[in-house]
């Protein structure tokens, strides 16, 4: 069973537009997320996360929206640049209680950035 | 600070030959965690280790494989008698024992012809 989804597999937007990326989990134990970008040949690199006892989450140009209720967790880019074209995968863990932390991730969004 | 290293980055072995990948996680981080991951799917856990300790293993890890930490540094994953599905691309993270942010290597590409 799927219990991180990213149901969009690709997104277009423009050079200095806003990038928003949307996530969806099923797993009311999971109590931390995060969001990593992937370019072609390297590994997934960590780019922003949140904790479920916050809803909004900044750091420069990226903010990590939480909305616990509605189990959904959206990944803002603004404004979007070129480089910021990669893969974008968010991923959930169970941080309390001795999981381990591990992660479970979505599929992925790809972004293209044109400019 | 150097990151989290793999070696191999690429490894092409023929269906049933047995293969070992080494992961160096980064020096001061005491969890280190394996994953596994295919063409248009997110990574996929397979286990993890705190210190020399293998915690947990996911049901996606069958006998054919066993992964090792020995001395609580390096790890090495192996997998025995390999199968075309065993194809795929083989991610290594480590983290401090806060458990998160997971920092990713570079993976090792398998290929089984």
């Known amino acids: 069973d799927q219990q991180v989804k990213q149901n969009s597999p690709s997104l277009s937007v423009q050079e200095g537009r806003i990038s928003i990326l949307n996530c969806d989990y099923t797993?009311?134990?999971?109590?931390?997320f995060l969001w990593y970008k992937k370019y072609p040949a390297e590994g997934p690199t960590f780019l922003i996360s949140?904790?479920?006892?916050?809803d909004k989450n900044e750091d420069g140009r990226f903010t990590v929206f939480l909305n616990k209720s509605a189990k959904h967790l959206s990944l803002h880019i603004v404004p979007s640049q070129p480089g910021d074209s990669a893969v974008y995968f968010c991923?959930?863990?169970?941080?309390?209680?001795?999981?381990?932390?591990?992660?479970?991730f979505g599929a992925g969004t790809i972004l293209r950035v044109k400019s | 600070d150097t990151g989290v290293s793999q070696d191999p980055r690429h490894k092409i072995t023929k269906r049933g030959q047995n293969v070992t990948f080494r992961c160096d996680p980064i020096?001061?981080?005491?969890?280190l965690y394996w994953y596994r991951q295919t063409l248009g799917q997110g990574p996929e856990f397979l286990t993890y280790?705190?210190?020399?300790?293998?915690?947990?293993k996911s049901r996606l890890l069958s006998d054919r494989f066993s992964a090792e930490r020995p001395k609580g540094s390096f790890s090495t994953l192996e997998i025995q008698r390999t199968e075309q599905g065993d194809s795929a691309m083989y991610l290594c993270?480590?983290?401090?024992?806060?458990?998160?942010?997971?920092?990713f290597g570079d993976g090792t590409r398998l290929s089984i012809l």
């Open positions: 993270a480590s983290s401090s024992v806060g458990g998160q942010p997971q920092h």
């Open positions: 991923a959930a863990s169970v941080d309390t209680g001795g999981y381990g932390n591990k992660l479970v």
């Open positions: 280790f705190q210190n020399e300790a293998q915690l947990e």
């Open positions: 949140i904790s479920s006892i916050k």
């Open positions: 797993n009311s134990m999971f109590d931390y």
């Open positions: 020096s001061e981080h005491n969890r």
